[in-house]
């Protein structure tokens, strides 16, 4: 397990001038309306909405291997025709669709998107290692408003990009006009998304009530993205658990992190490892920010002054 500092927990902070002009107000992304997503959209194991994390982890060398020989579901139960005659049927004992490494592409996507329209038993879809685009993600996330019922969703090693999470992120965010998202559980490793889409997706989730696990390791964050996601992690009242590694975040990102981190302190995951940018002043602000009385924290080779906070590399 990762390294866990036990501290007792500090009371509210002052505004950090170190911050980077950090506030808690909204970003600019909105969609208010279903024609606006249509133009938009161009391991703690105890979730239980989940059956648990997906226990993957972004490794750049991955993408020489097959999905399929890490694929741990039995063909049998959770193959394509299966999964699409259940899917037609409106089958209510159809409560999970595992199809990572299928190969589906954006055309096999649209199909199941197209028999998944109005199940209402379905909580949990991973179709992680499908290649799947921004235009199989718009098809499949008008789908998921129909679902109404879904809790997961893993898409981990697609290529969604920006577009794509702008299309999810109008499924994520709670709107009068359309079905309150219950969706608890969001991964979205290693899929081309920069600081547009994390803009997306952090706006959308700062009201959403449902939401616990975001991972949004291995994509193309930087600092410009980890600003909104400090924001969500300074508004949401439901997030648990936050996953930028392998980001491209430097000590300025891990600033904001810190001073959300300080008005925040239900959040009790961050992962930031691999951001080799990330140095001591990172690391001390982290350290620092740190008032919840059990974190799980995981940086890029550093220990920090207090020593609460080991590199899991060594």
């Known amino acids: 397990l990762p390294p866990v500092l036990q501290r007792l927990p500090t009371q509210q ?17 909105s969609s208010e309306s279903f024609a606006s997503f249509e133009s938009a959209s161009l391991s703690y194991d ?12 972004f490794d750049p060398s991955e993408d ?9 579901h039995s063909k049998d139960a959770h193959d394509v025709a299966t999964s699409l005659e259940r899917l037609r049927a409106k089958d209510k004992g159809l409560k999970e669709v595992l199809l990572r490494g299928s190969k589906l592409g954006d055309e096999g996507v649209a199909e199941l998107a197209a028999a998944m329209r109005e199940c209402l038993g379905l909580k949990k879809l ?8 921004a235009v199989g993600c718009k098809a499949l996330c008008s789908a998921i408003l129909t679902t109404k019922n879904l809790t997961c969703i893993i898409l981990n090693k697609n290529q969604i990009g920006d577009k794509g999470a702008c299309a999810l992120a109008f499924v994520l965010k709670p709107e ?29 989730l700062m009201k959403n009530k449902k939401i616990k ?12 993205g980890a600003k909104p996601m400090s924001e969500l992690v300074m508004k949401n009242v439901s997030l648990k658990q936050i996953f930028l590694d392998h980001n ?15 008005v925040n302190s239900k959040i009790d995951q961050l992962d930031l490892f691999n951001n080799e940018k990330i140095g ?18 995981r940086l890029p080779n550093q220990k920090t002054q207090a020593g609460g906070i080991a590199s899991l590399t060594k």
Do not use: Y
Not at 46 to 57: I, K, P, R, T, V
Not at 214 to 219: A, E, S
């Open 13 to 29: 902070p002052a505004p950090d001038p170190d911050a980077d002009g950090l506030q808690a107000g909204g970003l600019a992304f």
């Open 46 to 57: 105890g979730l239980s909405e989940c059956g648990g994390g997906s226990e993957e982890e």
């Open 64 to 72: 020489a291997r097959v999905a399929g020989a890490a694929h741990k």
């Open 126 to 133: 991973d179709l992680a290692w499908n290649g799947v685009s």
């Open 176 to 204: 009068p006009m359309k079905p309150e998202p219950k969706i608890a559980k969001v991964e979205l490793i290693g899929n081309q998304i920069g600081p547009a889409g994390a803009t997306a997706i952090a706006e959308a």
């Open 213 to 224: 696990r975001l991972h949004m390791g291995g994509n193309n964050v930087g600092d410009l």
């Open 248 to 262: 491209g975040i430097t000590d300025k990102g891990a600033k904001m992190l810190a001073h959300a981190m300080k």
């Open 280 to 297: 001591e002043k990172g690391a001390k602000a982290i350290d620092n920010a740190m008032n919840n009385p059990i974190w799980f924290v």
